[in-house]
């Protein structure tokens, strides 16, 4: 297998988009990400979106991107595993490049979520459970996190209260963040205060569904060096599944999927967790970063939440989170977010986070997930 | 309207029929298909009895489409006495009489009306068990 490089990255600003389309959005991140480099050079095109069979009502979005860069004809795939899209396109881009089928691929995750009332959206997101045995009751994703957030604080002897530094830690870093949705710092008096969306969370501790694109450009190890001076190495590449509904596992608070990625990733890439020096994981309330980093093994079970509270999760700490404002300020794109940490994973690693930079960053981590912790993508990203 | 998969599901929704392993008496929840392999009588239907107890629950106050008439609604996983946990709605009952651990049994409830055109689909809900 051939090593595997970034080569180029883009993305548009998260919000409500309602005068563009998919396409334009898309256009937009894929050509930041070619920089100088003609279209005509992808030779293969992964394309994530996660809900534009079910909202925007159109299927085979590759063919539509690739037509709309100039390259019809093209391989163009989409990739649908709900909020792990992104990262599941990335690991397509991936093998396709490390096993010598092409030499550049894009990855392009785009999501338009903002042309539909939050009735159908809800029910949109709810088809990464298992619509007939959770989403029939009703039941939405963000449901299924609080019901993960009572038991955790019931398991953990934590209150509500306790989970707040994780979207103020993202709001922030979004602050520095041109492209995310929210750039404003919160308080915890706030994020207690906010009416509640489903008990325990409120709505500070919840993402907000917007639309966007982003973009990563793959390259082989040889075309990589030629065509870019700071190339950043994909090391470790890896997705896992675990059953589609929660109520399945043995344990809930568990996710298996995460755990089998993040291993495996860091296995490919012969690095261990002590190496990895900033992270962004899927994070649309406090419950989902702390049970991603606890099951991803940096941090022992039970104790995300407080080192949350002491700090390690700022640019400043031990396992910086969501320097680009996570799903909670930069705006949750759904199926793009896995493509958007890259985006900002690869500005980290360049040294061009400005106020929110991790101080010699060489070793980045990203995790995206669909539905509550059943696809995961876990990428690891290195500076040689 | 999706009438041949409610109807299909049925015996699930209606009476909470899962199955139970002939030889080991392991009790599962929804039924499946046998696994690649394995062979077809290994799992036979069993009734389960309907009743557990509340790991968690929450409240939706942001429904989606098809459950706008119905917020804010209690959501929870309940955990059966016989092992398997099922996601449902909490019926009968209000937020504040909810507490992880506390006794359910399960009521066949409407959970959502497709309209005119289409089905009114019942299954389980849970309720406080009053002794």
Known sequence: ?384 | MDLAKHWRLRHARYRLEGQRNRFTGEVRFPPAPPLPGEREDIWEPYILKGRGRVYSFSVVRQPPEGFEDQPPYLVALVRLDEGPMVTAQLTDCDLDQVAIDMPVEMVTRRLRDLGPTGLIVYGYKFRPIVS
């Open chain 1, 1 to 384: 297998m051939r090593r595997v490089y970034i080569i180029g990255t883009g993305a548009t600003p998260v919000g409500e988009h309602w005068d563009r389309s998919p396409a334009s959005l898309a256009i937009e991140a894929l050509t930041g990400a070619l920089g100088s480099i003609p279209a005509s050079r992808i030779g293969a095109l992964y394309v994530a979106s996660a809900l534009s069979g079910t909202l925007h009502t159109q299927s085979q979005m590759a063919a539509l991107i690739a037509t709309a860069a100039g390259i019809p004809g093209v391989e163009a795939v989409t990739i649908e595993a709900g909020g792990a899209s992104g990262g599941v396109a990335l690991r397509q881009a991936c093998l396709a490049v490390a096993a010598g089928a092409v030499d550049l691929a894009m990855v392009v995750g785009v999501e338009k979520v903002t042309d539909v009332l939050d009735a159908r959206r809800e029910a949109a997101l709810a088809l990464a459970t298992d619509v007939d045995w959770e989403a029939v009751h009703g039941v939405t994703l963000t449901a299924l996190w609080a019901l993960l957030m009572r038991r955790y604080m019931h398991e953990y002897g934590y209150s509500a209260d306790d989970f707040a530094p994780f979207p103020i830690n993202a709001h922030a870093n979004g602050v520095a963040n041109p492209r995310a949705m929210y750039r404003f710092a919160i308080t915890a008096e706030k994020v207690r205060n906010a009416p509640m969306v489903a008990e325990p969370l409120g709505l500070l501790d919840c993402s907000t569904a917007a639309d966007g694109a982003a973009a990563v450009l793959i390259a082989s190890e040889g075309l990589a060096h030629e065509l870019c001076a700071t190339p950043v190495r994909i090391a470790g590449s890896a997705t896992a599944t675990d059953t589609l509904a929660l109520h399945s596992r043995p344990d809930p608070l568990w996710f298996q999927a995460a755990a089998h990625s993040a291993a495996s990733a860091l296995r490919m890439a012969r690095l261990t967790h002590s190496d990895v020096q900033v992270f962004d994981v899927t994070d649309p309330h406090g419950i989902a970063a702390a049970l991603a980093l606890e099951s991803s093994g940096f941090a022992k079970r039970g104790t995300a939440v407080a080192l949350a509270r002491e700090g390690a999760i700022t640019p400043k700490g031990r396992l910086p989170l969501a320097t680009g404002g996570g799903c909670k300020a930069r705006g949750d794109v759904v199926g793009a977010n896995g493509v958007y940490q890259i985006v900002e994973l690869v500005a980290q690693l360049r040294g061009q986070a400005g106020v929110v930079q991790v101080n010699g960053a060489r070793v980045a981590l990203a995790q995206c997930m669909g539905g509550i912790g059943v696809t995961v993508a876990t990428h690891i990203l290195t500076l040689e």
